[in-house]
């Protein structure tokens, strides 16, 4: 393994962990409109973070439950082969 894709390991909280890269979007990148196929879910999420995508959805003027289901994409397309 070359030094640049070693792992940085770190100490933290709780012990020797590796840091990873933050791959996570930020809500500006969340509000798009893209129309791939749809289905219809019940799904039950933490009052805590429904709050903070319609208070960003709020911020930015995009419907809150286009940017959780954009934020579930990305993550879907990133780990779909890994």
């Known amino acids: ?3 640049e894709t070693e792992p940085k390991i770190v100490e933290g909280t709780f012990g020797r962990m ?6 996570l979007p930020s809500p ?3 509000v798009f409109s893209d129309a791939p196929e749809m289905v219809k879910v019940t799904l039950m999420l ?3 973070t429904v709050d903070f995508f319609k208070g960003e959805a709020e911020r930015l003027d995009a419907p809150y439950q286009m940017m959780i289901r954009n934020l579930l ?3 879907a397309r990133r780990y779909h082969h890994a």
Not at 18 to 23: A, I, K, P, R
């Open 46 to 48: 933490h009052k805590e």
């Open 1 to 3: 393994m070359s030094k």
């Open 18 to 23: 590796q840091e990873v890269e933050d791959f």
């Open 28 to 30: 500006e990148e969340l």
């Open 73 to 75: 994409s990305e993550y």
